[in-house]
């Protein structure tokens, strides 16, 4: 085990659970009578809508245009019509507004037979703009839009292309499922972007807890002729932060405040590339994803590939409903995710997996004074001083802390899940990197 790979600084292994779902194949969604489709489920400017109340609309329609070069467009899900225009609460406590589509009328795509692109003649500029048109953005939980990451500055040479098949968060198992059941589909996605991005290697970092996918991507890559490396890494969180994958996988690190092309490297999630592929080869926008649903109050756990805009009250419904009340529901995952409340709200871009745990998986207890036990430094990936921070923030030293570090934290959670008196140490670190803006 010495010899496998992973980031050298800090880093835990929390409960993984991914047991409840894991050997679940991915199954469609029932389409839920009203959708609710945001125009901001990207990093950036939200979309500007397109449509008006009242108004037919197609499946795939492109019902929200980009605004500017930092966001990306919003396709109808569904077939429909227009319910309202009307502002809508996300997860991570974002207003936005957002389409709301009445179901009905026939699709364009869904069940029928669609051919597929020619894409292999087609030079770099062309590939990057179908991803822009296709409203592509980071599946892994950022959301960045794609096409402004694989846009490669002129004069930058990218000398990686490092696909992340990680998935290190508790209980989420749709990067896991997609690399099984589309490990082709996923290669062909990789052959798009190294069109694009004209890496000089190619490696998909995955955990050794997903052996099944690493060997499915390999016979996979081979099928396909395409030379990379699949990369087993040690399964240890947050393994799949894109700096802590480079670290792994390369062996360099991305200097404080920059990008990975810094160090010559650009990095993709798979779910993002499997986005890709369906884009360019089979002229499809992102319309819906995969979407794990589970945790200890869930009946039935299962992997859906959901339509966006989908309530997640009908993805809580099709799994059995609770077995028992939940005390906490998440969108994402246990460590990074967000905590929500309205059943009612959708399912986004960005959604990788719902959560509804119970009081044991939970686990809340009382906020007690720091023992100063080192636990949040040994931890940290960052190297930062995690007790140190908070105690600046919590006197308003906004700016100390930036000093400190505050902003190459990645709130990866690692420090407050292994803080024994329970401080929330990433929502005061959240609170800090805003208030210090303020003060800019």
């Known amino acids: 085990m010495s010899g496998i790979k992973t980031f050298p600084k800090g880093g835990l292994h929390p409960p993984g659970r991914k047991a409840l779902c894991s050997s679940v194949e991915i199954k469609n969604a029932v389409i839920p009578p009203v959708l609710t489709v945001p125009l901001q489920q990207h990093l950036g400017k939200p979309a500007l809508p397109l449509v008006e109340p009242g108004m037919e609309v197609r499946e795939g329609m492109l019902i929200g245009r980009a605004d500017g070069f930092i966001s990306a467009n ?25 389409v709301e589509i009445e179901f009905f009328g026939e699709f364009d795509r869904s069940g029928r037979r669609t051919e597929g692109r020619k894409w292999e003649d087609l030079g770099a500029e062309e590939l990057l703009k179908i991803v822009e048109d296709q409203g592509i953005v980071g599946m ?38 997609l690399m099984l059941e589309k490990p082709r589909e996923i290669i062909r996605g990789i052959r798009i972007l190294r069109t694009i991005i004209q890496p000089e290697k190619i490696a998909i970092g995955v955990e050794l807890n997903k052996a099944d996918a690493i060997e499915a991507l390999r016979k996979a890559a081979e099928a396909e002729g395409l030379p990379l490396a699949v990369v087993p890494l040690k399964v240890k969180y947050p393994q799949g932060d894109e700096k802590q994958l480079l670290k792994a996988v390369t062996r360099r690190e991305v200097p404080s405040g920059a990008l990975p092309s810094a160090i010559g490297a650009v990095v993709s999630n798979v779910g993002t590339v499997f986005a890709v592929y369906e884009a360019v080869a089979l002229d499809k926008p992102l319309i819906e994803r995969v979407v794990t649903v589970s945790g200890g109050a869930i009946a039935a756990p299962a992997n859906l590939k959901v339509r966006i805009g989908t309530p997640i009250r009908s993805l809580i419904e099709e799994c059995g409903g609770f077995r028992e009340p939940p005390v906490k529901l998440v969108a994402g995952g246990p460590m990074m995710g967000f905590t929500f409340y309205d059943p009612e709200t959708p399912v986004t871009k960005g959604t990788s997996g719902i959560l509804a745990l119970t009081k044991q998986e939970a686990a809340a207890a009382p906020r007690t004074f720091c023992l100063q036990c080192g636990k949040c430094i040994a931890v940290c990936p960052m190297g930062l001083n995690p007790t140190g921070l908070f105690k600046l923030i919590d006197h308003s030293g906004y700016a100390r802390a930036v000093e400190g570090g505050l902003l190459d934290c990645k709130e990866c959670g690692a420090c407050a899940f292994a803080c024994p008196a329970h401080i929330p140490l990433v929502q005061g670190f959240k609170l800090g990197k805003l208030m210090s803006r303020k003060e800019l």
């Open 74 to 98: 919003v396709h109808s899900p569904v077939p429909g019509r227009v319910k309202s225009l009307k502002a809508v609460f996300l997860p991570n406590g974002l207003q936005t507004q957002a």
């Open 140 to 177: 892994g939980g950022a959301t960045f839009p794609a096409h402004a990451k694989f846009k490669v500055p002129q004069g930058t040479r990218i000398e990686y292309l490092v696909i992340n098949g990680v998935e290190c968060e508790p209980y989420l198992c749709s990067d896991h499922r």
